[in-house]
């Protein structure tokens, strides 16, 4: 598998790293190549590329897309451009890994979703909160019954924002599509379809309240499934102390997910279990001081999808439902940078 890079910022180095560890060698059982890393500001992917012997640096990303030393292409560029290389890529063959939320709204989605089905090329998209050890223990408690049926989920997820944060790219709405929502909020909302599923009804408000700039700093959501589940999410860089929280509530038990490695705090996942006669549960704690090893989780299971030819589990799809709530969280709140 030779695997092209696009975007070599500190995402796209992330990536690189991932593609070389050795958990993905051993669960595909196929040799990771990275080949070729393409940034518009050829320094950095030079600085990138040299890391790995025979790696190509490049400029423009259209060569990547075309070149036959290419399987896979992991985009990790600005969200501007995001659907736009996707669509390119897919419509060339090549699977792709694009980092959420994959566009800046759910339209722009949809010519890439057409494509691929075309081409046969998977769309991955990078969800990879999914794959934190917290969360797949999460997982694996929800399927195994042991919340028995789900109610709803509560979650937060903020930071604090640095100097000169209002005058980034992700201040800019031509290049980002929104602010925090588009930005940690689709994490959020991914995360609450993961164990919710689709949500029918959509409410909300979008705000900005302390960062100077057009885009929001503050997203508040209240979603609801036909079965009448809710998702009540918060995200936030307003924060100031870097906080995440997820909580799922379940008839028969409740699961506490806390921090997610380095600023966040350590990763903990708390199962409290309901006994019989009510009164105080049965608690289980898990504890993951160890290093973040999500990337290297989400791509390892997509070199899977693709050895399976099965669609990959966070897809476009995915994306696409995410994008639609935030789209609509922008309209009710009268944000027209989605519009």
């Known amino acids: 598998m030779k695997v092209a890079i696009i975007g070599c910022g500190l995402i796209g180095q992330k990536r690189a ?10 669960a595909a059982k196929e040799k990771v ?18 890391q790995y012997p025979g790696c190509v640096a490049l400029a423009d990303w259209r060569e990547a897309v075309n070149r036959e030393d ?38 722009e989605l949809e010519p890439v979703i057409t494509a691929a089905k075309k081409s046969g090329a998977l769309a991955r998209v990078g969800f990879n909160h999914r ?17 028995g049926d789900l109610m709803f989920i509560r979650a937060r997820y903020g930071h604090g924002g640095r100097v000169g944060y209002d005058k980034e790219w992700r201040a800019q709405p031509e290049l980002s599509g929104g602010g ?47 079965k009448q589940q809710v998702a009540f999410l918060h995200a936030s860089c307003t924060e100031w102390k870097n906080l995440f929280s997820f909580e799922i509530y379940g008839r028969i038990g409740k699961i506490d997910i806390n921090g997610l490695g380095g600023s966040y705090g350590v990763e903990r996942i708390s199962f409290y279990k309901m006994s019989p006669e009510m009164g105080p549960p049965e608690t289980f704690i898990w ?11 989400e791509f390892a299971e997509f070199i899977e999808d ?32 989605c519009s």
């Open 70 to 107: 290419v399987d896979i292409i992991v985009i990790a560029t600005l969200h501007a451009s995001l659907a736009e290389i996707g669509l390119a890529a897919v419509a060339a063959g090549k699977h792709i890994l694009v980092e959420k939320p994959a566009g800046r709204r759910a339209s």
């Open 131 to 147: 794959y934190h050890r917290a969360f797949q223990k999460a997982r694996e408690l929800v399927n195994n019954g042991e919340l």
């Open 287 to 297: 504890e993951f001081p160890m290093a973040d090893n999500s990337w290297e989780m």
């Open 180 to 226: 925090e929502l588009i930005d940690q909020g689709v994490h959020l909302i991914d995360l609450a379809r993961w164990f919710l599923g689709d949500f029918n009804e959509v409410n909300g408000s979008a705000h900005t309240y302390y960062w100077n700039m057009p885009v929001d700093d503050n997203g508040f959501l209240l979603l609801r499934t036909p």
């Open 306 to 337: 693709i050895r399976e030819k099965r669609q990959p589990e966070a897809g476009l799809q995915d994306a696409y439902a995410a994008l639609t709530i935030v789209e609509e969280i922008y309209r009710k709140s009268n944000y027209d940078h």
């Open 17 to 26: 790293k991932s593609l070389t560890h050795s958990l993905i060698k051993n």
């Open 33 to 50: 190549e990275l080949t070729v890393c393409v940034d518009q500001i050829r320094e950095k992917a030079e600085s990138l590329a040299k």
